[in-house]
């Protein structure tokens, strides 16, 4: 991992102070540039923090299970580019220790342009351009395939959606290289390394309980799974509202004849879609609910940042 030297105690200085239901009004005035399903991405206005975007995740009981997370994104990073041969952007973490308590870690990137941003990148490139970045894509998806066909320990699981990458240009064409690495996803001997129940934190705890039980197996299991992960990849693409009639059966076509998989039709891609949004939408509801409870009615603390809404 690179080490950005960001000062700790300014970090903590933000997060000691940090209004997660208006970030903007905080001492320390913080932007959000993004929303995941999980987490939030956001640049925060101090002289010392400019020029790179922070994704902050409040999940952690203690520094400990905060180290042990740092310790599998670092060993995720390096088997991605120096295993399986995928470029990751440059990334930093930051482990913040609170007067309170809490223990957040900081997944910390420099700041990239917004439009070499996968979607954003995909909807305003000619079409040429935007479907040489889905090929390249789609061939850093095959590397994980073929990594975890020769891999007997180490299986390798990964988010393609177009969001995930960021575009960087060179002479030959395109060259893609991995952004979200903030949910580290590998098995050693058929054991998730990422205790992925952490994310469901944001939760009310019976919904967590519910969710975890129903779909969280479920949804992990397509990260390693080629065909599920490519669905997921274009199904995702129809939230950034490209031409369904041409453009989306065209990259739709273009898996089917790169990639060693079952073939992939529209009509699977919408049902994924719309089955996708429903699990999401159900999650982020409940949160928004859990947080009404907690800073309403109890009159706590709630320490996640959530959107007002998703497009979907």
């Known amino acids: 991992m690179k080490n950005f030297n960001i000062n700790p105690l300014v970090l903590k200085e933000f997060e000691e102070n940090l209004d997660t239901l208006n970030p903007q009004r905080s001492p320390i005035p913080a932007k959000v540039i993004g929303f995941g399903e999980i987490s939030s991405v956001f640049v925060i206005d101090h002289p010392e923090l400019k020029g790179y975007a922070f994704k902050r995740l409040p999940i952690f009981s203690n520094q400990k299970e905060a180290e042990e997370y740092e310790k599998i994104l670092k060993e995720y990073i ?13 990334t930093d973490g930051l482990i913040v220790e609170t007067s309170d308590g809490r223990t957040i870690y900081y997944v910390i990137q420099e700041l990239l342009p917004p439009e070499s941003i996968g979607n954003k990148f995909i909807k305003n490139a000619d079409r040429n351009e935007a479907i040489d970045f889905f090929k390249e894509v789609i ?3 095959a590397k994980v395939e073929k990594f975890n066909e020769k891999s007997e320990k180490i299986k390798v699981g990964i988010d393609g959606q177009i969001s995930n990458w960021v575009v960087f240009k060179r002479e030959r064409g395109i060259n893609p290289a991995y952004l979200d690495v903030s949910t580290p996803l590998y098995r050693k001997e058929g054991k998730e390394m990422l205790k992925a129940d952490l994310f469901l934190k944001s939760a009310p705890p019976l919904v967590k309980q519910i ?8 949804v992990l299991n397509r990260y390693y799974d080629l065909r599920l992960i490519t669905i997921d990849l274009i199904a995702n693409l129809l939230k950034e509202k490209l031409d369904e009639n041409e453009f989306i059966p065209e990259l739709i076509e273009i898996a089917n004849r790169e990639l060693p998989i079952d073939k ?3 009509e699977e891609v919408k049902s ?8 999401w939408s159900l999650f982020l509801s409940s949160r928004k609910f859990y947080r009404f409870i907690k800073t309403k009615i109890f009159r706590s603390r ?4 959530l959107p007002e809404k998703i497009e979907r």
């Open 78 to 90: 390096n088997i991605l580019e120096n295993e399986v041969g995928i470029k990751v952007v440059q």
């Open 139 to 141: 061939r850093r998806l």
């Open 211 to 218: 969710l975890k039980f129903l779909f969280l197996e479920k």
């Open 264 to 266: 992939i039709t529209f």
């Open 272 to 279: 994924y879609y719309k089955g996708d949004a429903f699990i």
């Open 302 to 305: 709630y320490d996640f940042i």
